[in-house]
């Protein structure tokens, strides 16, 4: 009768270490005093969150939290009831779950968890939970990166704006055109236009008779 006992365990303390080492973050909750309907309808908002609530007896919690792994820095908390929430996703919108499923249901308590090796208590965990999720970083970091090459885009326009209107000012005044013509002649240009200047004098006399 033992063996197949000490198997079934063995296999839960497996199964935990295995999510435990894909899960980005774990998170520790009392859940003392939890309908089993809430319980279940948290199971399943975690799930569409991208993550899994897992219940199980702290003896087996301290063996699949051993050394090295995900559930370490917790290890000393797990005491009392205990639902491990892992987060295989975005642990920010598993957060913003957790603590507003806390608030609506005060006999669940968020008792802390751990992100990527760092030991979070209940104020860390409603601290992530305030910043914005993955997909508002991510919108976000999609502006600036379009930011960037639009306002190149007119810094590159417009010194090769400046630079024709430079040049079409030095050809209209060496063509004998006399005064610029519209306004293909930049502000930028003035000094190109002077110099200009003195090479269309000649032409610029109606007076002086032909030979």
């Not at 609530?53 to 009831?81: F, H, I, M």
């Not at 008792?111 to 993955?134: C, N």
Request: glycine share 10%; charged share 25%; aromatic share 2%.
């Amino acid at each position: 009768m033992l063996k197949p006992q000490i198997q079934k365990k063995a296999k839960i303390v497996e199964e935990l270490r295995d999510k435990a080492a894909r899960a980005q973050a774990g998170f520790l909750a009392d859940f003392t005093g939890l309908p089993v309907e809430a319980l279940t309808q948290l199971r399943r908002q975690v799930k569409e969150a991208g993550g899994e609530l897992k219940v199980a007896k702290n003896t087996l919690l301290r063996r699949a939290a051993g050394e090295g792994t995900l559930l370490t820095p917790v290890a000393p908390d797990l005491k009392g009831p205990n639902a491990l929430v892992l987060g295989y996703d975005d642990p920010v919108a598993l957060a913003k779950l957790l603590v507003k499923f806390a608030q609506d249901k005060p006999v669940f308590k968020l008792k802390g968890g751990v992100l990527t090796g760092q030991t979070l208590t209940a104020k860390d965990v409603e601290a992530l939970s305030k910043l914005p999720g993955r997909e508002v970083l991510l919108a976000q970091l999609l502006g600036v990166l379009q930011g960037v090459p639009q306002g190149l885009v007119t810094v590159l326009a417009g010194v090769i704006r400046g630079f024709l209107n430079v040049l079409v000012a030095l050809k209209d005044q060496k063509g004998g055109g006399g005064e610029p013509q519209g306004e293909a002649v930049s502000e930028a240009a003035p000094e190109a236009a002077a110099e200009a200047a003195p090479e269309a004098a000649p032409e610029a006399a109606p007076d002086t008779p032909a030979e």
